[in-house]
């Protein structure tokens, strides 16, 4: 694994010019002083943060080594052009080029340490498609960026008291029961642990295991897949080391109590682990991308068209992930 520069600072991604994340990332850097945010670089078009706050003060620069001369005064750019005029709120696929472009720029300069890691502004799938993108999303191209396979990856979700972690993803929960696989479980397992330690600090990390059925398929009555699946990926991780639960009936898993127990949560599909997320903590969810060789979060949300351009969105997700980069930089270059 690279090592973080924890001194480096940040890469912002624009993502979608038309949506909020240029707007949030403008106004993050205006309120940086009262914030007490860490030095960062915006990765995109200036256009895009032209069209959202035109009086926003920004200066080019060609390389991160720059930033920290001219964070205090104005907000550092490294510009990708667009194709098409941006409008807030107004996607445009002949802007999708630049939407990756930005993506790519970013990890070649954590690749090199030169930022100590990426926060990503949300992307538009169905946008970038239609200009020729190919990766299932942003997760998985930026493990292609990274040189390793899609399913290299593992996705985190985390605020303040919880960490969870979706075995499945974007999938119909129809087709759950048939794409959870005990290697599923285990490299999720695996790809957690490592990343408490090296990037949360965390010496010895506690996994709890949420099972997929109810009361955790009661002895077979409700389910076989916690003994079929859950339970010998369990016993593999066990031989690796990891502190790691029994599959545990979820809806006695995320109360207070038990979230004393342990320091992140394997769960089965994306709900079991996105609702209680999003029940403690709506707003400040992170999305963080476990198993690259790179630092890279994001707001726990997306585009927003709706809001883009009218000031009205909120920036608690991408000031979280700003924030979670960040300590995750730091803890790194300490492990």
């Known amino acids: 694994m690279r090592q973080a520069n924890a ?25 940086r002083d009262a914030l007490k945010l860490p030095p960062f670089v915006f990765i995109g078009a200036p256009e895009a943060l032209a069209a959202v706050a035109p009086d926003l003060p920004v200066q080019a620069i060609d390389s991160p080594a720059d930033v920290a001369t001219v964070f205090p005064h104005a907000l550092p750019v490294i510009p990708v052009s667009v194709s098409a005029p941006v409008v807030p709120g107004q996607g445009d696929p002949a802007n999708g080029r630049s939407v990756v472009a930005a993506i790519d720029k970013a990890v070649e300069l954590a690749l090199a340490g030169a930022v100590g890691g990426i926060v990503t502004a949300p992307l538009h799938k169905a946008i970038l498609y239609k200009a020729g993108f190919d990766a299932p999303g942003h997760t ?54 490592a990343d408490l330690r090296d990037r949360f600090g965390i010496e010895n990390p506690r996994l709890a295991v949420a099972a997929l059925n109810p ?19 369990i016993w593999t ?8 639960s029994d599959p545990l009936p979820a809806d006695t898993l995320f109360h207070a109590d038990a979230r004393a127990n342990y320091d992140a949560v394997l769960c089965m599909y994306h709900d079991q682990a996105l609702i209680p997320l999003k029940t403690l903590d709506f707003w400040g969810g ?36 700003i924030r979670m980069a960040a300590r995750m930089a730091d803890a790194e270059a300490n492990a």
């Open 7 to 31: 001194s480096a600072p940040l890469a912002l991604t624009m993502g979608d010019p038309a949506g909020v994340g240029p707007e949030l990332v403008g106004r993050l850097w205006q309120d």
């Open 140 to 193: 998985e191209y930026l493990a292609r960026r990274c040189d390793l396979p899609d399913h290299a990856s593992v996705m985190m979700l985390a605020t303040e008291g919880l960490r969870v972690v979706p075995v499945t993803v974007h999938i119909a929960l129809k087709d759950v029961p048939r794409k959870l696989t005990a290697d599923a479980i285990i490299h999720a397992g695996r790809v957690t642990a």
């Open 215 to 233: 009361h955790a398929g009661e002895g077979g009555a409700m389910g076989m897949e916690e003994g079929t699946h859950i339970t010998p990926a």
């Open 237 to 244: 991780l066990r031989d690796d080391g990891i502190t790691v």
């Open 286 to 321: 992170v999305n963080i991308t476990l198993g690259l060789p790179i630092i890279r979060t994001s707001p726990d949300h997306g585009t927003a068209f709706d809001l883009a351009g009218k000031g009205i969105a909120r920036t608690d997700s991408m000031l979280a992930a």
